[in-house]
């Protein structure tokens, strides 16, 4: 039975579901094309060349009752191979090791082209604290690296 009159609703239902079928392209091509902010400088941490790269400029989030930032960790070809564990941290002093063996957060994880870690951090970053990176090789050996926090991290976090 057709209508005589049209209504708001009948008129744009068509045009509604065709924008619903462009949205997951455009979805898919920001997936595609993800942008990361600058990574920090590469420091030599022992025999290690590492680049800690931030995936954003958010501030901290809390994740199991803990506030952790994410973090990407790139090394020189092969050094990853000599790593026993590695732990992350932001804070004003490096975390011990034993109290990084505690718990789950701030271990570096990954394949061999990059690490990636959830660093332990506070819920505010502020200009006396930095990124902390504690490895150990399958020596025993203890390596700590510090890195300042960039003003761009800590403008968002406040």
Sequence with gaps: MARKKATLWQRSKYWLSGLLLILPAYFLYQ??????????????????HITPAPYNLDA?????EEYV????????????????????????HPLP???LQQGDSGIMHGSR?????HAIAPARLTDAQSL???VETWNGEVYVGQW???AALLQTSN
């Excluded at 020189?76 to 932001?90: C, D, H, L, S, T």
Aim: charged share 15%; net charge negative.
């Design 132 to 134: 902390w990176v504690t």
């Design 148 to 150: 300042p926090l960039p």
């Design 113 to 117: 082209h990059s690490q990636e870690a």
């Design 97 to 99: 090791l034993e109290q």
């Design 60 to 64: 901290p989030y809390a994740h199991h």
């Design 31 to 48: 997936q595609l094309n993800p942008s990361f902010p600058a990574a920090f400088e590469q420091h030599q941490v022992g025999p290690f």
């Design 69 to 92: 930032k994410d973090f990407m960790l790139l090394f020189a070809p092969g050094e990853i191979a000599k790593i026993r564990q590695g732990y992350v941290n932001i804070g004003t």
